[in-house]
């Protein structure tokens, strides 16, 4: 079951960016199955690792987006960026002393969509429509 899906208030305007986006969104809906018992704990360190790695990926797209257009806040986005791959590292350790994921996740959600991507990732977006004119 879908705990949020990507709406059209989270899209930035940039096809790469949204997609990827989407695809974590996906991605943390598995997580949230897991956290409810819907699949066994092998499975649930697959989607731990799907979720690093499609994070990961993302935000090194971003940085480099930041690098080449010389955006000027991307030293305190990018750190966000290290907070929340740090974040997940932590639950994924916790899972492995079998921890349950349940409300870390739905916290993990809430912090990664309402502070990260419609603030920062917003901010952004906004220089970089303004830099293209
Ligand atoms: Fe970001
Ligand atoms: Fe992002």
């Known amino acids: 079951m879908d705990y949020f899906s990507w709406s059209s208030r989270l899209d930035l305007g940039d096809p790469r960016i949204d997609s990827q986006h989407a695809g974590i969104a996906a991605t943390l809906n598995d997580l949230r199955d897991c956290g409810n018992g819907g699949s066994d704990r092998a499975g649930c360190r697959g989607v731990l690792g799907t979720l690093a790695d499609r994070m990961a ?24 960026h290290r907070k929340l791959l740090g974040e997940l590292h932590r639950l994924r350790d916790e899972f492995d002393q ?25 901010a952004y977006a906004a220089f970089a429509r303004m830099r293209k004119g």
């Open 57 to 80: 990926a993302h935000f090194a797209t971003e940085e480099e987006l930041f690098s080449v257009s010389g955006y000027p806040d991307a030293d305190a986005h990018s750190e966000e």
């Open 98 to 122: 079998n921890a349950p994921l349940g409300e870390r996740v739905m916290q993990y959600m809430r912090v990664w969509i309402t502070a990260h991507v419609l603030v920062f990732d917003k």
